[in-house]
């Protein structure tokens, strides 16, 4: 696991300080550079899993990341590598199945719990002991090497490019496919490169916050995102803006904690979550769009005919 | 993908708008199906500029799948069909379509303008860069808003958005690239009996206005009948097309739909088809092979 630090200086309430102390750390340099990197990607990435309904799909991938990952250890190929042919592949199968995958839950949740069943056999077969496992599982981002930092920007640059590119007609397709597809947007080749760009993002965030726990950068400051605005390019924005937050954040909290950042991160994450559901006015907010002040000045007043 | 931004809806078409001849669609003799057994065969008709079509039939009869022909979804399995003076293909840009109503997002972040907006630039690559045709576009979606009259609910939420809110926004964005030839799918289904009569008469001044063909797949002709210019009837595998007075009368439609319909007549002369309430919500088992729906059409 992490290395848990029982000698640093304690938290001073100067961020600058802080920070700096923080920062003196190779490991946590990298730590905060793969993880902003991932966030940023998941919070791009996770608007779509949002919007297309596909959260459940979306966690099986992440999931076929580990006994990709553990495959990969076991016959000596790097981890990454695996993980990345594994959820290219599965993701490949999923987009060409398209519109079949969503409501076919049950086929997806025997998959996946196959999947993950095969993981958990290679990782005890390499180490014979299931730490390999648990890092896979629930991310061990203090132990991200500048090698892995290079990978991580790799492929999250990728997968932000390609959704740079499709974002018009994936954003056409994933709300209408019938009309996007009569207008002959390539909606099944949209579909492929949706679930590829996010096999690339899984693969990245594994290493930051576990094959398990990714929903927290992908799918929460999304959901988060989709009630506090209603236009797509704020929602994307603020839904990156609040992955990299919590990153942050969780990440400068486990630093002074004996506790393993995934947690902070995917606490930060919930906490938020629940405070915009529950929170007096946020339904007001959700309805109006708290940063849908800003078009609301150009709305016509006249009545409908 | 979509049309050049600069096309300004026309009020009057030029004469070159209209094509080498004056019709929007004409079929010869045309069949059409999924399978090897066409679903309907033996459609003669032309669709003239400006004219206001209701499609009209029971369950299964076939309506969307000649809006599916049209756009070149569906292959033709005999005669010949030609749109916009050219044989089908998918992606015509002169072509607005309204598909069947379907389950948009409820709580998504995205709104109607955006929804409208891919009617002009959904095909785009790319992220929408700021700038000059950026603006162009943004003015041609307002304009398309305001045609439909859609102004006050157009920056709400999709899923905060009523079925008639929501079929007007869907009308403006096959609207918005300036089509010559509009399909609409059931834009009437699902709505309230005040709704049906607004949106077919907005569909109608639209079409008058910018000499639009409109083909409107309807289930019940009572709502369109005020507004109409011709009526198409597909009805156990066959086609009959007409100006209402023509087609709605009490034989020709007794002897489409096999059984007693009676068309009727109130004090100021309008028009009312009485006998086929059962057929919308009990289709008649066809004669011929069964239909069998496509997948994406699943049965409302």
Redesign the interface.
């Given at each position: 696991m992490a290395v848990h630090l029982a000698v640093v200086a304690g938290f001073s309430w100067n961020p600058l300080s802080d920070a700096s102390a923080i920062l003196s750390w190779q490991f946590m340099r990298s730590a905060y550079e793969a993880g902003t990197v991932v966030a940023l990607v998941s919070g791009v990435v996770g608007?779509f899993v949002?919007?297309r309904?596909t959260a459940f799909a979306a966690h099986a991938l992440s999931d076929m990341g580990f006994p990709g990952a553990a495959g990969a250890a076991l016959i000596g190929v790097n981890p990454v590598v695996g993980m990345l042919v594994f959820t290219l592949t599965v993701g490949a199968v999923m987009g060409m199945l398209g519109?079949r995958v969503r409501g076919r839950d049950t086929v997806v949740g025997i998959v996946l719990a196959f999947s993950l069943a095969l993981g958990y056999l290679f990782s005890s077969l390499y180490t014979g002991n299931s730490t390999e496992a648990f890092a896979l599982l629930f991310g061990q981002i203090t132990g991200v090497t500048t090698w892995d930092v290079t990978v991580t920007v790799a492929a999250s640059a990728i997968a932000l490019g390609a959704v740079?590119?499709?974002?018009?007609?994936l954003?056409?397709a994933s709300?209408?496919e019938?009309?996007?597809?009569?207008?002959?947007?390539p909606v099944r080749l949209l579909s492929v490169g949706f679930m590829l760009a996010l096999a690339l993002a899984v693969s990245a965030a594994v290493q930051v916050i576990g094959v398990l726990l990714i929903f927290a950068l992908l799918v929460t400051p999304a959901a988060i995102?989709?009630?506090l605005?209603?236009?797509?390019g704020?929602?994307i924005a603020c839904a990156s803006g609040l992955a990299v937050l919590f990153v942050w954040v969780g990440l400068a909290i486990a630093y002074y904690q004996p506790y393993p950042p995934s947690f902070f991160i995917v606490g930060l994450a919930f906490v938020t979550y629940v405070v915009v559901r529950v929170a007096p006015g946020a339904r007001a907010w959700?309805?109006r769009?708290l940063m849908?002040s800003w078009?609301?000045s150009t709305?016509?007043?006249?009545?409908?005919? | 993908m979509s049309g050049p931004v600069t096309d300004v809806p026309a009020v009057s078409p030029g004469p070159e708008a209209a094509g080498s001849s004056l019709t929007v669609v004409r079929a010869v003799g045309l069949a059409a199906g999924y399978g090897p057994t066409p679903v309907w065969a033996g459609a003669t008709f032309d669709v003239r500029p400006g004219e206001f079509v209701a499609v009209l039939g029971p369950n299964g009869a076939g309506k969307s799948t000649l809006l599916r022909v049209i756009l070149g979804l569906v292959p033709v399995r005999a005669g010949m069909i030609e749109v916009l003076g050219d044989s089908p293909r998918r992606g015509n840009a002169g072509i607005g379509y309204v598909p069947q109503s379907r389950v948009l997002d409820t709580d998504a972040a995205i709104r109607g303008v955006d929804l409208v907006g891919f009617g002009l630039d959904g095909g785009h690559w790319g992220v929408p860069v700021p700038g000059r045709a950026r603006r162009a576009a943004r003015e041609l979606v307002t304009a398309a808003i305001e045609s439909v009259g859609a102004s006050a609910y157009a920056r709400r939420r999709l899923g905060e958005l009523s079925g008639g809110e929501r079929q007007r926004l869907l009308l403006a964005q096959a609207l918005v690239g300036a089509p010559r030839l509009l399909l609409l799918d059931e834009p009437l289904a699902s709505l309230d009996i005040r709704n049906q009569g607004l949106i077919a008469q907005l569909v109608a001044s639209i079409a008058r206005a910018r000499s639009l063909a409109v083909l409107l797949v309807g289930h019940d002709v009572n709502p369109l009948l005020p507004v109409v210019d011709r009526v198409l009837y597909l009805a156990r595998g066959r086609v009959e097309i007409g100006p209402p007075e023509k087609v709605v009368t009490s034989a020709t439609l007794s002897r489409l739909y096999g059984s007693e319909v009676d068309v009727v007549f109130d004090r100021r002369g309008r028009r009312f088809v009485v006998g086929l309430e059962d057929e919308v919500t009990h289709p008649h088992p066809l004669n011929g092979p069964a239909v069998k729906r496509p997948a994406d059409h699943p049965a409302p």
């Open positions: 608007y949002v919007l309904r519109e740079a590119v499709m974002y018009r007609p954003l056409f709300v209408d019938v009309v996007a597809e009569a207008r002959r947007v995102a989709e009630r605005t209603r236009r797509p704020a929602a959700s309805r769009g849908g078009d609301t709305r016509s007043t006249s009545p409908p005919r | -």
